[in-house]
């Protein structure tokens, strides 16, 4: 009788197999060991998500969110590079946004990009964007512009974009891939809220846009990214006037300012590569309401900028406001460099849309803030692809958010 170690059960033909790999592998050269492996292992294990400093797998992600955040943040690195490549190439000097503009090849490129990174690691999940393929399939000429823009976008770092689940096939699968960004949006499950390009006419000028992705669960966003390539990398530069119409690209220049529910907000520099190190930010403290600086829209059709300064002489405030485009407002509060963003309807059948706030809002309440409505709500995101509860926006740290909301009732109640 052999012992039991040498029977032919099914275990031990198994671990004989094991072995006889091992040994044939080690005869080898090491050259080509370590790859296969790491294919081999790579059999074996949960997706692996290397971030600059930490690796993760699946199964500790799904309370923390951090393959979310991983996934979100080179997601959203990797398009606003393209973003920046479609400016150098075809944006310096258009003003609209026409059928074959440059933001319209930028918003369905950073859109490809970043749907394909998230049905690559969360098929399951819902996407909410803004553009569709449409005009892309009836204009083969566009199309061709955006996939070569597309397959050009690659991260300089070959587990990142692995990561991100490497490159589209073909022009056919980038056109299906931008539908998939169709979902009604809604108060139940994982839905991604994506706007490619936020602030075109900043993107055209060559000042501020965003590039925005956020996901919400049952209707509350747990995860918000928001690349904005023309923000100092410096969380403390004051803001300036001219924030909002300065060339793009000068050095110091881009950022990716993000946020998780309950875990606070970060801003590291946007990067080529692998992510670069992130540090936590919070909104400046402001002991007295006049002594703020607050933003709104350049675009005086997007934000009553009569109403803001009425409001803004309520609480004392004497300096001027500072004008940008995009979710760049809300960025720039989190991290200190202003304090108050204004958002006062113009127009009143207005509804604004998920994608223009849902990473913003996570980001300024992670920062310490307060994000609400012209009323005072907080904003609801579980109501489809719009926010039909809600009117305007105002974000401001939380010591001074109600008396801010006291002063735009005042306002806009006496008109
Ligand atoms: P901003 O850069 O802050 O001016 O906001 C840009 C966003 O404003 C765009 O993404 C549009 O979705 C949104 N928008 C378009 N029309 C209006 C409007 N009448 N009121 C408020 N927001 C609008
Ligand atoms: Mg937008």
């Known amino acids: 009788m052999l012992p039991r170690i040498f029977q032919k059960t099914p275990s031990t033909i198994f671990l004989l197999a094991i072995s006889l790999v091992i040994l044939a592998l080690s005869f080898l050269p090491s050259t080509t060991l370590l790859p296969r492996l790491r294919l081999l292992t790579s059999h074996f294990t949960l997706r692996p998500i290397s971030t600059s400093t930490t690796t993760v797998n699946n199964t500790t992600n799904m309370a923390s969110y951090a393959q979310e955040l991983n996934i979100a943040l080179l997601a959203v690195q990797r398009a606003t590079l393209l973003t920046k490549s479609v400016f150098h190439s075809h944006a310096k000097g258009t003003l609209s946004k026409n059928d074959a503009s440059p933001v319209t090849i930028g918003d369905f490129g950073a859109q490809a990009l970043i749907i394909a990174a998230l049905q690559h690691a969360f098929p399951q999940d819902a996407i909410v964007a803004e553009e569709e393929a449409k005009d892309l399939r009836e204009n083969e000429s566009l199309r061709d512009l955006v996939w070569d823009l597309v397959q050009n976008a690659k991260l300089a770092d070959s587990s990142a974009e692995e990561t991100l689940g490497g490159p589209i096939k073909s022009p056919a699968e980038m056109l299906d891939i931008i539908d998939k960004g169709d979902s009604a949006g809604g108060s139940s499950g994982r839905i991604w809220a994506i706007d490619p390009i936020d602030g075109t006419k900043g993107f055209l000028r060559g000042g501020q846009y965003a590039v925005c992705l956020g996901l919400m669960v049952d209707g509350d966003v747990k995860v918000g990214v928001l690349g904005l390539p023309n923000l100092p990398e410096s969380d403390s530069e004051p803001l300036v006037e001219g924030i909002g119409a300065e060339q793009t690209d000068a050095a110091g220049k881009g950022v990716i300012i993000s946020a998780v529910q309950g875990q606070g907000a970060a801003s590291r ?20 309401v006049s002594d703020a600086t607050f933003c709104e829209s350049v675009e005086a ?10 409001i803004a002489r309520k609480l004392g405030i004497t300096k001027p406001s500072v004008r940008m485009d995009s979710q760049a407002k809300y960025g720039s509060i989190a991290r200190g ?17 998920i994608w223009d706030h849902a990473a913003g809002d996570l980001i300024v309440r992670e920062a310490g803030g307060e994000v609400t409505d012209v009323e005072g709500k907080r904003l609801d995101f579980g109501q489809g692809r719009t926010l039909k509860n809600n009117k305007g926006v105002i974000a401001a740290p939380k010591s001074v958010h109600a008396q801010v909301i006291e002063a735009v009732k005042s306002v806009l109640g006496s008109k």
């Open 269 to 288: 520099p946007l990067g080529k590569g692998a992510l670069a190190e992130g540090h936590s930010i919070q909104m400046k403290p402001l002991a007295n």
């Open 337 to 353: 460099a202003g304090d108050l963003y204004l958002r006062l309807p113009v127009k009143k059948d207005y509804v604004e849309k």
């Open 301 to 310: 059709g997007h934000s009553s900028q009569g109403d803001a300064a009425d």
